[in-house]
């Protein structure tokens, strides 16, 4: 079986993992987890990095920590995996879903549009002039590794008191080379960022997530909420409802031995991108997804784009693959569609229901080999 994006041991995760056993840290206490969020808090450049379970429990604690409660609206994408949107729910705030462009990231001009025009400002926040609802937070994702353009949402954002979250769980690694947030990693523009370490990741942790601030009230608040919200610890007071949401030890010493070796990965992204883009190139009616060119991607999963010039549709493709043990997926079905969020407001959505239709993620894990990027090559061609 070729996977679609699997998890390869790079340096030192058997070493770190038999320290933790050796020494009794398994759990959620232990050296793993604080060297690990000291380590991607350089990587990324920001101050704080706080560790926990997984990338949906980030995204749920970061909303909470920025004050989105029940009767609040969060505008979100409707292309993304289904936990950006959960994560809203779970503090009992609805989404608006927006549209998607040419990157299949977050349509940043639409969505000034729908502020500007569809919200007013109003004793210091944004209200949703349709439910008079407070429009609290964003949470642009980066979907695939692909930056999301912010220099003048970022702008309105902030004129408006609308909190930007970035689900960053796909893009680690990925820079801005231009605009106003030059050199900035994904994850740390907006007042959180947010980082999944699931096995399908860039690099994982075997599970974990993180959140990723500059505000040190913040960072602080995201370790007391993730670790039970211990007031004493030695008699168990509690002032408020905490979660048991913090990494294990163990999972942490996996996340800081790849991370460890997370410039290996993105130099062996860039090399299968390339490889992709060179053999895609010559098949009539195919195309590899574009990347934006003001940011340096991380590479994290290849698509591809068919037009009508291809003599296959986007099952047939899938069956084909399947049948030859290679694992594919179609992109996500949009979130506005899914049965549990088909009630809640949506904008002028129009280019996200084309490009699912057309889309096709192909296999990208880092430890791909040329005669499985050709088997790929070969089912595409023939
Ligand atoms: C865009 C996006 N958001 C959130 C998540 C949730 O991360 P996790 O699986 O670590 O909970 C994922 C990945 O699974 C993701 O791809």
């Not at 942490?252 to 070796?261: D, H, K, T, V, Y």
Request: proline share 2%; charged share 20%.
């Amino acid at each position: 079986m070729i996977s679609l994006s699997s998890p390869k041991i790079l340096g030192k995760e058997k070493e770190y993992i038999d320290e933790c056993l050796q020494s009794g840290w398994i759990s959620t206490s232990g050296p793993f987890i604080e060297k690990f969020e000291n380590e991607l808090s350089k990587y990324v450049g920001a101050k704080y990095v706080v560790c926990c379970i997984n990338g949906t429990s980030a995204l749920q604690i970061s909303l909470k920590l920025m004050g989105v409660k029940k009767n609040d609206e969060v505008i979100v994408p409707t292309l993304t995996f289904i936990a950006t949107i959960n994560a809203v729910f779970y503090n009992n705030a609805s989404p608006i879903f927006m549209d998607c462009d040419e990157y299949y990231n977050l349509d940043t001009k639409k969505t000034i549009n729908f502020i500007k025009n569809e919200t007013y400002f109003e004793d210091g926040f944004s209200y949703n002039k349709k439910s008079n609802k407070r429009v609290a937070a964003i949470v642009p994702v980066h979907v695939w590794g692909n930056a999301v353009w912010f220099d003048e949402l970022y702008d309105l954002c902030s004129e408006r008191n609308i909190q930007i979250l970035e689900d960053a769980s796909e893009s680690l690694g990925t820079k801005y080379t231009k605009g106003k947030f030059n050199s900035f990693h994904t994850g740390t523009i907006g007042k959180i960022g947010c980082i999944s370490f699931n096995a399908n990741k860039l690099i994982t942790a075997g599970g974990g997530g993180a959140i990723v601030t500059n505000d040190k009230n913040i960072a602080d608040k995201a370790l007391y909420l993730v670790s039970q919200a211990k007031d004493d610890p030695i008699r168990y007071i509690h002032n408020e409802v905490g979660y048991n949401y913090r990494i294990t030890n163990i999972n942490a010493a996996i996340g800081l031995a790849q991370l460890e070796m997370v410039d290996e990965v993105l130099k062996r992204k860039e090399e299968i991108r390339n490889f992709y883009f060179n053999q895609i190139s010559s098949i009539n009616g195919l195309e590899l997804a574009s990347v934006p060119c003001y940011a340096k991607n991380n590479y994290w999963l290849n698509l591809i784009t068919l037009s009508h010039n291809y003599k296959h549709n986007i099952s047939e493709l899938l069956n084909k693959f399947d049948e030859n043990k290679i694992q594919t997926r179609p992109v996500w079905q949009l979130n506005h569609l899914q049965n549990q969020y088909k009630h809640y407001q949506k904008f002028n959505i129009m280019n996200a229901e084309k490009k699912i239709k057309s889309s096709l993620c192909i296999p990208s894990s880092s430890h791909l080999t040329i005669s499985q990027m050709e088997s790929v090559i070969n089912i595409l061609k023939n």
